[in-house]
């Protein structure tokens, strides 16, 4: 189990290939990478986004998710990776992967560490537009997601 807050980039793949690499323990292994997307922003297209959040608290949250989803869905194993700093609109800003026996465990815990982030991981996000910038304010939808769980 593994978590990562940092501001450099990561390679996806070969993530994705250490992460499964040599694996005999699990039956499946999920993935899953987000990317800033060109959402609108203050004062036209989005520019960059700035992701700020508190070394060591964020971390200790984090891993706290991510034993949890490891207890509920008996996971051999799990990687989050977050971004911090300025990332350009297109950048890979975070990454989870989960391994466990069956499918449907591994997709379940995948996605419940993926709500987690959108909604509840301590970072606040700041929208960077041509003209103006904004902190992005939680949305209904991503604190809905949550109640599944």
């Not at 103006?132 to 939808?141: D, I, K, M, P, Q």
Request: net charge negative.
């Amino acid at each position: 189990m593994a978590v990562r807050v940092q501001a450099a980039p990561f390679d996806f793949g070969a993530e994705c290939g250490a992460f499964a690499a040599g694996r005999r323990d699990a039956g499946a292994v999920v993935t899953f990478a987000g990317v800033v997307r060109d959402d609108p922003a203050p004062g036209g297209a989005l520019v960059a986004l700035e992701i700020e959040h508190y070394p060591g608290m964020t971390e200790r949250a984090i891993a706290a998710m991510v034993a949890e989803a490891t207890a509920r869905w008996g996971l051999c194993d799990c990687l989050v990776i977050h971004r911090h700093g300025r990332l350009a609109v297109g950048e890979a800003i975070m990454m989870v992967a989960t391994a466990a026996p069956h499918r449907a465990d591994a997709f379940a815990a995948a996605e419940f560490l993926m709500d987690y982030l959108k909604s509840r991981a301590p970072f606040w996000k700041k929208e960077i537009g041509a003209e103006g910038t904004a902190w992005v304010a939680a949305r209904a939808e991503d604190e809905a997601a949550l109640d599944r769980w």
